[in-house]
């Protein structure tokens, strides 16, 4: 396993990230437990989750399956940095969600109940909020941090200028501010690119893909579909986009062919030689998807196959960071 810092902090974390939204609604717990011990055996120290994941109201699944994991001992939890996230609704009445002090407080404490952990290495902003000033964010962080039930915040689906706006609240209080920013960011979906992953560079923010293979889309899913291996593709973001860019998806799946390797391994070996990249989320639901995609880290793309790639799934205007992908 290689390993980077997270951003600028002195944090250490595995290239891949370990992503538990499956766990619950798609893997049972027990699968969930052996995934997870075979990350650790992988190398894998870094595990993402938050506190909607499992989709029951109030609940927490995912959040209780890990904890559970936890609570087996064995080193699990000293070896782990641990990411979860607060923005969700958690209930049914106007604060159970969003970013006020109050939500992000009763949040975390209930967060660290689930997963029966005293600190939250990673504690992320979900969704940006419009409604709550950010002295109000920072104090309520400050005071996690204080406390030791926090060590690091992140945020997760900010645009370029809420990072910026984020990071100069955070100056003003003599805080740390945002250490990474978890976004959407794949081959068909580099939106980022124009003013997210520059931000994030700028202030040292590392960028953590969610969704790099667009919901299974750039797994072989053509492939799989023809030889009835696919458990995904016939529905959510990976059918709408299918739909629209087969031919592309065809002609992506014949360079992996030529080239040698799996078509998920490429997807997430490109995001891997991005810049600003700490650690693209994996999902898996199966012990079997989590072996094969270790592969990414042995894959060396040159500079005719980014090229290639580049010409399949093309940048936003004309690449790069804004101003310039849209103007002169």
Known sequence: MEYTNL???GLSVSRLCLGTMNFGP???EPDSFAIMDRALEHGINFFDTANVYGWKLGEGVTEQIVGRWFAQG????DKVVLATKVYGKMGEWPNDQGLSARHIIRACEDSLRRLQTDTIDLYQMHHVSRTTPWEEIWQAMET???????????????????????QAAAAKRNFLGLVSEQSIYNLLTRHVELE??????????GIIPWSPLHGGLLSGIIRKMADGSAARGTSGRAADALAEHRTTIEAYEKLCADLGQDP????LAWLLSR????APIVGPRTMDQLDRNLGALDVHLDDPTLTRLDELFPP????GPGPEAWAW
Do not use: C, E, M
Not at 199 to 205: D, F, P, R, S
Not at 316 to 319: A, D, P, R, S, V
């Open 275 to 278: 810049p600003g990249v700490t």
């Open 26 to 28: 798609q893997t049972d």
């Open 264 to 267: 998920a391994d490429v997807a």
């Open 316 to 319: 936003i205007g004309n690449g």
């Open 144 to 166: 996690l941090v204080a406390q030791g039930k926090v060590l690091y915040v992140g945020s997760s689906n900010f645009a370029g200028w809420h990072i910026a706006q984020a």
């Open 74 to 77: 064995g080193g699990r939890r």
């Open 7 to 9: 951003g600028r902090t």
């Open 196 to 205: 997210v992953v520059p931000a994030a560079q700028h202030y040292g923010l």
